[in-house]
């Protein structure tokens, strides 16, 4: 974590003034923890609206709903902050009208969980069969576990769902927890172990990162690590292809 009173970065290129960050619930874990860590130091004018997790089902609805959480603190938040990657195209579309508005330069949260573009990059090359899962997951009862006791066994019955699920998941060796230090670990750990036995894959733990979280909350919002919209630009999917490294 930089140091909040010292770090002369931070105190020339994060923006002055009120600011929302509109993120999505998986990231409460980090957010909320490091906002009680540093509660102290932090600026009293720094807003997080946690957006529903399923949004990622309908990512068609997605820009028109974070579109209303910016309208709507128009006159009140100086910028706004987006805790969102590229997210299936997401948040494309969305405005900056009023406030200049700084996005994630990633694809998911993955890139965000494990601390920057580059370790994700680092991570998919050594082996691109990996199942990802946080505390944000398993609590949203995201897992694969929690799809077939929640969204698929109750749509088309147990049995397909269980094909579904391994079918859907089938190129994936390996059920990787991204450990940020946020959430119950052990109870979070419990259910990764869960679903690599249930899936018969293999079962790793990695150590995330709170450094992108750390910028979303505190800056700098440089252009290396987000899209910056003025007022009047619209985010386009474009300004996220160039991140090969």
């Not at 020339?12 to 998986?26: K, Q």
């Not at 996005?103 to 494990?114: A, M, Y």
């Not at 944000?136 to 694969?144: H, L, R, S």
Request: with cysteine; aromatic share 8%.
């Amino acid at each position: 974590m930089p140091d909040l009173k010292t770090d002369k970065r931070r105190d020339t290129a994060a923006p002055a003034g009120p600011r929302l960050i509109i993120a999505c619930r998986v990231m409460q874990h980090e957010l909320d923890a490091l906002r009680q860590q540093y509660k102290d130091m932090l600026d009293q004018g720094i807003e997080i609206c946690y957006m529903d997790q399923n949004l990622h089902l309908t990512p068609e609805k997605m820009p028109g709903l974070i579109q209303e959480q910016i309208d709507a603190r128009a006159d009140t938040a100086q910028n706004i902050v987006l805790g969102y990657g590229l997210c299936s195209n997401g948040i494309v579309g969305v405005t900056a009208r009023k406030q200049n508005i700084y996005i994630p330069r990633v694809h998911d949260c993955i890139s965000l969980l494990l601390g920057s573009r580059q370790a994700y990059f680092e991570a998919f090359r050594k082996r691109a069969g990996t199942y990802y899962l946080t505390p944000g997951w398993v609590a949203e009862e995201k897992d694969p576990l929690g799809m077939v006791e929640h969204e698929y066994g109750p749509k088309m019955g147990q049995e397909m769902a269980l094909w579904g699920i391994n079918e859907e998941l089938k190129h994936y060796t390996h059920i990787v927890l991204i450990n940020t230090g946020a959430g119950d670990i052990k109870k979070v750990r419990k259910r990764a172990k869960a679903n690599a036995a249930f899936l018969d894959k293999v079962y790793e733990e990695v150590s995330g990162s709170t450094s992108y979280f750390e910028k979303l909350l505190f800056g700098p919002y440089d252009r290396e690590d987000f899209v910056c919209l003025a007022p009047g630009q619209r985010a386009e999917q474009k300004a996220f292809m160039k991140q090969t490294e």
